[in-house]
Structures are given as structure tokens and as C-alpha cells.
């Protein structure tokens, strides 16, 4: 039986309510496997006797008045509570919302007493989930040292391993409030799972998931919807959106079993406890991490690091809909659900979809005009944006159904989450991508007002997805019907996936750069533009048909120089509509990597070079050729020009990992080789006309534009 498959499983919750607290309190109540027995609160967020209150005022107004709720510790273990709690939760811990007043009061006895007392009641059975500090479980364990002989499963929301803390660089809020209390909980002998900031921040709620509440029928959705606006407001300056992170939520999810953690080693914890900066730091042995977390034998804390889909999406229709049949997790063989607005409308799921690449973030900034050697010049506003040509691509065939896996690296720096959040938006598989000592691979984008820029790429950890990383996910490229790679990763990694992929090998050969003979035959399709097609002929050695521009890699050079953008390794979206009209109409080639914003030329000479790419023994080849579309090639008797979309490009660096995404996507469907490229012309189209790479890209609930020649 698995944990979410029990029926009226006790839970107690200890928690010190704020806004996060509040959605997992809810979240808790609405879970049809758990019998929320009692409530314990403890001062965190908020007072201890302020948390309770606002429990009890929850509680009425979800429905469950008799649920009953214990006061906690009103001060922490080794000092006193605040004389005045942080802001980030309101003045009350809701937000400054004032609820209806409850009826009910605390019961008469301490939250850790009514813990021991709990735990007698339901001995073996009783689940404790924690989301505030630690100091109610600690002195639980002062009054009867074998309590934790009692208890089922202890999951607490504390900690922080790779990422930063959040009240100090080292420290955790929860752990560091109380850090002496959480070293007594860690060194219990009960089993002990840790969410922590390493997992939590990558799960957010967005605006439109509140305005989901907002509108529901159902008064504790509103009232959650309007505590929510001051959390939305204090997480904007860590995001850059209007969102916030679901910590404790995810907590109470991996809990009851509708999340599944993933990369969770269990291995020994301990907490600093001195007076130093490190003070409140979490400390766990993860040296297994390269050989993929091995167990600790003897040890009692698992470590969350990763999860098998996003939560915002799920904790929205359970708050606004209570009654709602809940998804069963994915199976471990299976990538995650997607939202609503992204499941695929066949009666079968398509087939599994692995891609294998890099994962970016854009660091983009718009100024007057690019600094000379030595000189500062002042620019705009900065701007972050998920990319790398690996997660656009997945990003884009997630969005419209695939059922998608991402093998790849991020580092253990502040950018690892953005690099990961456009994925997390349309529920790609995440287990495969490993948090890798050192920085998140970067593209820094200087764009002045005539839309030249000035990109530098640092690969960061996108360089160590090499063949022994590659190895390590043997697993999910076998498992997959259809691999997708493209050429931001060491070369040794990508001709271990080929070698590794049993099924369909879609290769996009971008940016350019000399593949081994035996990984450019595997692909099924070749996916190059006219450039590239030349490279790769060269690398095979065959002369390449016509004697045009770029025919050598002498020419491709030259037009490197003259256009930075044309060569550049993001695959991302960084220009404004200024930059792209203007690369266009200066340099129809600056936009190679898009499907439009290339002039027309030689139909002919494309398609020589697609017949000469076949007689190597390439099963099929797709040439993308700017405004004028692809060529799609399967035999010499069997070339189809794709043609775009009439559309005005806003944006178009990006739309061909869009236009690659929707291929693979389509294809997972059991459509045509050429049905796909019809599909992923128009999807590559309609992101053209937004901004950003995957936040422009579809959905299934988008209308896409007509093909002209259609």
C-alpha cells in the first residue's frame, strides 16, 4: 500500500501559521486520505497564541470547527520570541486579513503535551508533519524520550543543502529560529523526511492560480486569494513576478503522497548550533551526489531534493474544489501530469519523450549602445529568463502534451531555480536534471537600442553533462520512445545518447560544431539549417552542393563576425521587437536559429543538400530556412516544403527550439514526419509573436496561425 492509498490516516500538524501555513492547513483538510486529528502551534511566523487563532478561524471557515488546537512553546528553546513578528506574513500572520472570530477555543493542555497524548491514541499510527520551528517536537521529546517509538513518519519544512538560506546565507527560517530544538528533533530515532529550500523554491504559485481562488465559489478560497496579495508582494523581489514559494504546502504534499520525492538520499543531519554565521545551517553528507545518492545505512533523515511534478496547479483545484477527484501520482516510470491546460486530448498518451541538453538562464540587459574596451556604460533594468536550447525544447513539447523528461545540469547557485521554472510551469519530468557543484550555465546578453547585441555564454554546469553524466541516466534515454539532443553539452555526452537511445533520435545540430559520423547517421531526423547542413556535410566529408555563401566554414566564420547571434549557443529569446525586426532587415541570416527572419534563396540548393545528407544513410533530414519555412526529406522521391505562417514577429530567437519541441511532440502522437513539421512550423510561428523563449511558446488551448501556402 502506498502512503496517499490509506484511508483517515492521523496526522498531526505543528505549525506556526502564517500565509504558507494557512494553504497547507487547508490543503491538509481537503485531503481525502488523512484525519487531521489535531493542530499544535508554536511561535515562528507569528506568536503562538496569534497562530492558534488563526487556525481556529480557518478552521470554522473550512468547514471543520471540532478539529482541535493545542498552544504551543511561546518562546524559543534557548531565547525569547520576538517582541514583534516579521512583515512578510502581515501584522497578524494572515496577511492582515481579519477573519470571522471562531467559536472554538484552544483545548486546556500544551501542544507537546497533546502531541505525547495523541501519539498514545494512536501508537504506531500518528504522522507528525512540521512546518514551523522545531521547539514544541524538541520539548515533546524532553517530557517522554520514547515518543518517537510512537510515531509512523515525521516530514518537516526546514532546511537548506545546495541553495541559500533565507534568513541568512547559511540558515533556513525555521531551523535557525530554533536551531538547538531542531538538532534534538534530527538526532531522534523516528524517520524523518526534510523539505527544505532546496525543493521548496522551485515550487511557486502565480497570480493566475490566485485569481483562481479569487473567483471560487467557495468562502476560504476567497479569503486564502486576498491573504495571499502581501506574500505575492514580498516574493516579487526574490522572483521578479508576482508569485510566491509554496514551502510549506509542498511539505504537507510529499506528506500525504500526492507529490513524490525524488533524489532523496537518506543520510545523517545534524544543525549548527554554535554563535557564528554558520549558525542554524543544515549539514548532511550528499558526497554520493555525482553516483546518483546512495543511501546511508543507519541514518534517519531523507533529504528532499527534487520532486516528480509541480504542486501549484494541483493545491489550486484541491482549495478551490475539495471534492475533486485527486491524480494519482505518476508512476516512477512515467513523467509527470501536466495541468489542465497542457494534457494531451488523445485517448492514449503519447509516447515518452526524453531530451537531453542544456539548461541556461538569460541575463539580458538593454542599453544605448554596447560598452567599448574599458568603458562603463549605464543600462536598463535586468532581466532573468529560463533557457539553453535542451529546456526550451522540452519546454516547448511539454506545453502541448508531451510526455516529457529533461536529462541535464543546473549548478547550486541562485540561478538554478530560474533555469528550471519555465519546465516546472508546464510539468516536465525534473528527476533526471542534477544540481552539479558550481554554477548554472549562462548566457549574459548586452542589447542596444539599433537591436545589435553582444552575448557571452559560460556553460557553468551544462559542460559537465558529459559521457559519465550521460551514463548515469542510461535509464530514461533507453526507456524513451523518442530522444531529442541538441549540441549545448560536451560532445562525448551527446554521442553516448545516441548510443544509449533505442528508439526515435531527433539531433539538432545547434549550434554547429563537428559531430562523430556515427552520431549524425542515428539521427532520425537531422534537424539543421542551411549552415549547418553544410557543416555537417563537411564533417562527412562530401563536398557541399552550390558554391554560394556559406558552402565552408570559412564563410560561416565571417558571418559570425558579422552577426554575434547568428552562432550563439542559447537557443533562448533575449531580443526586444526593436532587435529582431532590425537583425533582420540589417542581416537575414542573424536569426538563424528561428524559423522566420531569413531571406528566401535556392530551393534547389537545399535540396541537393537534403538528397546528398540521405545518400550517407540518414533516414530523414529537415532543413529549417527561415520565413520560407523547412524542407522536409524522407527519400529523393519524398522532399515537402513546410511553409510558416503569416504572422509579425515580435521576438524570434527561440522559435526554433519551439519548432523542434512541437516536432517531437507531434511525432510522440504517431503523427507523419511531415504532419509534425506542419505542427511545429505553426507552433514556431505563434512564438514568434511573444516575448521571451518558453514563455511564448503554446498550449494545447491556444489557437495557432494558418500556414500561408495551406
Not at 493545542?70 to 492582515?96: C, M, T, V, W
Not at 496547479?313 to 485527486?326: E, K
Not at 503523427?671 to 503554446?698: E, N, T
Amino acid at each position: 500500500m502506498t502512503i496517499n492509498e490509506a484511508i483517515n490516516r492521523p496526522v498531526y500538524y505543528d505549525c506556526d501559521t502564517g500565509i504558507d501555513d494557512a494553504l497547507g492547513l487547508i490543503y491538509l483538510l481537503d485531503s481525502p486520505s488523512v484525519n487531521l486529528v489535531g493542530i499544535g502551534t508554536v511561535c515562528g511566523n507569528t506568536f503562538a497564541e496569534q497562530a492558534a487563532d488563526n487556525n481556529l478561524r480557518l478552521l470554522q471557515l473550512a468547514g471543520h470547527p471540532n478539529i482541535p488546537v493545542a498552544i504551543g512553546e511561546k518562546r524559543f528553546r534557548n531565547r525569547d520570541y520576538l517582541s514583534q513578528p516579521a512583515p512578510i506574513h502581515g501584522a497578524n500572520g494572515l496577511g492582515n486579513l481579519e477573519l470571522p472570530a471562531a467559536q472554538a477555543k484552544p483545548i486546556d493542555k500544551g501542544a507537546p503535551e497533546f502531541l505525547i497524548e495523541l501519539s498514545h491514541q494512536y501508537q504506531g499510527e500518528l504522522e507528525v508533519i512540521a512546518v514551523g520551528p522545531l521547539t514544541n517536537l524538541a520539548k515533546a521529546l524532553d517530557l517522554d524520550p520514547s515518543l518517537p517509538a510512537r510515531i509512523k513518519q515525521v516530514t518537516i519544512m526546514g532546511g537548506a543543502f545546495y541553495t541559500p538560506g533565507n534568513k541568512t546565507p547559511a540558515a533556513e527560517a525555521n531551523i535557525l529560529d530554533d536551531p538547538e530544538a531542531a538538532q534534538v528533533v534530527l538526532a531522534a530515532k523516528w524517520p524523518i523526511t526534510l523539505v527544505g529550500l532546496d525543493v521548496t523554491m522551485k515550487h511557486f504559485l502565480e497570480e493566475k492560480h490566485r485569481e483562481q481562488m479569487a473567483h471560487s465559489d467557495r468562502p476560504v478560497a476567497q479569503a486564502l486569494a486576498e491573504i495571499l496579495n502581501i506574500y505575492f508582494d514580498f516574493y516579487s523581489n526574490i522572483y521578479g513576478a508576482r508569485c510566491c514559494a509554496l514551502h510549506d504546502p509542498l511539505a504537507v504534499a510529499i506528506a500525504v503522497g500526492d507529490i513524490k520525492a525524488i533524489n532523496s538520499p537518506l543520510v545523517p543531519t545534524v544543525v549548527e548550533t554554535g554563535d557564528g554565521p554558520a549558525r542554524g545551517q543544515t549539514i548532511a553528507d550528499l558526497r554520493t551526489q555525482r553516483a546518483g545518492y546512495r543511501d546511508v545505512p543507519g541514518a534517519n533523515t531523507r533529504i528532499v531534493l527534487d520532486t516528480d511534478r509541480p504542486l501549484a496547479a494541483l493545491i489550486t483545484d484541491r482549495i478551490c474544489n475539495p471534492q475533486a477527484a485527486v491524480p494519482a501520482p505518476p508512476k516512477a516510470d512515467t513523467a509527470p501530469e501536466k495541468s489542465a491546460s497542457s494534457k494531451s486530448p488523445q485517448t492514449d498518451q503519447p509516447q515518452k519523450i526524453t531530451v537531453v541538453g542544456s539548461l541556461n538562464v538569460d541575463i539580458c540587459v538593454e542599453l544605448d549602445r554596447r560598452p567599448n574596451p574599458g568603458e562603463t556604460v549605464m543600462g536598463d533594468d535586468v532581466t532573468y529568463l529560463p533557457g539553453g536550447k535542451g529546456a526550451n525544447q522540452a519546454a516547448a513539447a511539454s506545453a502541448l502534451g508531451g510526455r516529457v523528461t529533461m536529462v541535464g545540469a543546473v549548478g547550486t547557485d541562485a540561478n538554478a531555480q530560474t533555469a528550471l521554472s519555465g519546465l516546472q510551469q508546464v510539468g516536465t519530468n525534473l528527476s533526471q536534471v542534477e544540481n552539479l557543484a558550481g554554477a548554472t550555465g549562462v548566457a549574459i546578453i548586452n542589447l542596444d537600442r539599433e537591436g545589435e547585441n553582444s552575448i557571452i555564454v559560460s556553460p557553468g554546469a551544462n559542460g559537465k553533462v558529459d559521457r559519465d553524466f550521460v551514463e548515469r541516466k542510461a535509464a530514461a534515454i533507453r526507456e524513451a520512445q523518442i530522444v531529442v539532443c541538441q549540441c549545448e553539452i560536451p560532445v562525448d555526452g551527446i554521442e553516448r545518447v545516441a548510443e544509449l537511445t533505442t528508439g526515435r533520435f531527433i539531433l539538432n545540430v545547434a549550434p554547429s560544431i563537428p559531430l562523430p559520423e556515427s552520431v549524425i547517421k542515428r539521427a532520425n531526423p537531422l534537424i539543421v539549417n542551411e549552415h549547418e547542413a553544410a557543416q555537417v556535410l563537411e564533417t562527412l566529408g562530401v563536398p557541399v552542393p552550390g558554391t554560394g555563401e556559406g558552402n565552408t566554414a570559412a564563410s560561416a566564420e565571417v558571418r559570425s563576425k558579422a552577426s554575434p547571434e547568428a552562432n550563439t549557443t542559447t537557443g533562448s529569446k533575449a531580443n526586444v521587437a526593436r532587435s529582431s525586426e532590425a537583425g533582420s532587415a540589417a542581416n537575414p541570416e542573424a536569426n538563424a536559429d528561428s524559423i522566420v527572419g531569413s531571406e528566401s534563396a535556392r530551393p534547389e540548393r537545399f535540396e541537393a543538400m537534403a538528397r546528398t545528407l540521405l545518400a550517407q544513410g540518414l533516414e530523414s533530414v529537415v532543413i529549417t530556412l527561415g520565413k520560407s519555412g523547412s524542407l522536409v526529406a524522407q527519400s529523393d522521391d519524398q522532399l515537402t516544403a513546410i511553409p510558416t505562417a503569416a504572422v509579425k514577429p515580435v521576438d524570434t530567437t527561440g522559435a526554433g527550439d519551439a519548432f523542434v519541441g512541437a516536432l517531437a511532440a507531434k511525432l510522440a502522437e504517431g503523427a507523419g514526419l511531415v504532419d509534425a513539421a506542419r505542427f511545429a512550423s505553426r507552433v514556431a510561428s505563434f512564438a514568434c509573436q511573444g516575448y521571451g523563449a518558453q514563455a511564448s511558446y503554446p498550449t494545447l488551448d491556444d489557437e495557432l496561425p494558418a500556414l500561408e501556402k495551406d
